[in-house]
């Protein structure tokens, strides 16, 4: 009987023509999200580069491509819109998540398993590098929103991922792993993994990394410099932000416009907290 074959034959076939398309749609919602992306300082165009990588997410769980992209614009969209932060740092970890686990694999089946999440950091592979990065700054950036006890809980297991990627991709959101890292030493006890001296080397690395970017100035100052009542260096840190050439590097424009924000914000408020 030769129907059952030439039904599965009809099967495959469709199969086959299906992938393309849905190549070319997850392909253009990736493109349309980062035209929009690039413009993210602008209104409305966060809004537009989460629909679009929201739809290329929903087109293909899992993708790197796709689930990085919507955790980098769920980030932003949580800098510039800190009311909206708890619900963007949670959907930016379940993202990030997704991508880490297709391209951590190891990672994976040992959390599945019920395994400690600190001991399991180093079996992210290279590959895995910014998909853990942008994990463990949701996971700990959601955490804050929810107060310090939920910092504590999640505190070995952020601190452990985020060095991973430190040591895996330096450079990744323009020294982020740095940036992350001396913003939560400086702000945890020493008791409980925190320390100044820690928080100082990262800083000065993020620095030495990307002097350009704004935002490792501004989180030097507000975090580590206030730790250690340094007004002096919280003062030269917001300035060095305040001057950057915003036209220098356009792909850091719009973080630089918010750090430039953030840095007068704290300049007015700096009898406070010295």
């Known amino acids: 009987m030769l129907w059952p074959h030439l039904l599965a034959l009809t099967i495959a076939l ?6 393309p398309a849905a190549n070319a749609a997850l392909s253009a ?3 349309a999200g980062d035209l929009a992306f690039a413009a993210r300082g602008e209104p409305g165009r966060i809004e537009a580069s989460l629909a679009a990588y929201r739809q290329a997410s929903a087109l293909r769980p899992g993708d790197p491509t796709a689930e990085l992209r919507l ?7 949580a800098l510039s819109d800190p009311s909206s932060s708890r619900t963007a740092w949670a959907e930016a970890a379940r993202a990030a998540e997704r991508a880490l686990r297709t391209l951590a694999p190891a990672w994976a089946a040992e959390i599945d ?11 992210v592979p290279p590959a895995g590098a910014e998909a853990l990065y942008w994990f463990a700054l949701a996971v700990y950036s959601g955490a804050r929103t929810r107060g310090f006890a939920a910092v504590l809980a999640i505190r070995s297991a952020a601190l452990a991922s985020m060095e991973r990627a430190a040591a895996l991709d330096e450079q990744v959101d323009f020294a982020g792993p740095h940036r992350a890292l001396g913003s939560w030493l400086s702000a945890l006890p020493v008791g409980v993994g925190g320390g100044a001296a820690s928080a100082r080397t990262h800083f000065e690395r993020a620095r ?34 305040l001057a950057v050439d915003e036209t220098a590097h356009p792909e850091m424009t719009p973080e630089n416009r918010l750090a430039k924000q953030l840095a007068r914000a704290l300049l007015d408020g700096k009898d406070r907290l010295f």
């Open 208 to 241: 030495a990394l990307f002097p350009a970017f704004g935002l490792n100035a501004v989180r030097e100052a507000e975090t580590y410099a206030v730790l250690v009542q340094d007004r002096k260096l919280f003062e030269s840190s917001l300035a060095t932000a």
């Open 29 to 31: 919602s990736i493109t």
């Open 71 to 77: 955790a980098r614009a769920l980030q932003f969209a």
């Open 14 to 19: 469709s199969a086959s023509s299906a992938a």
């Open 113 to 123: 398993r019920g395994a400690d999440p600190a001991a399991v950091a180093p079996r």
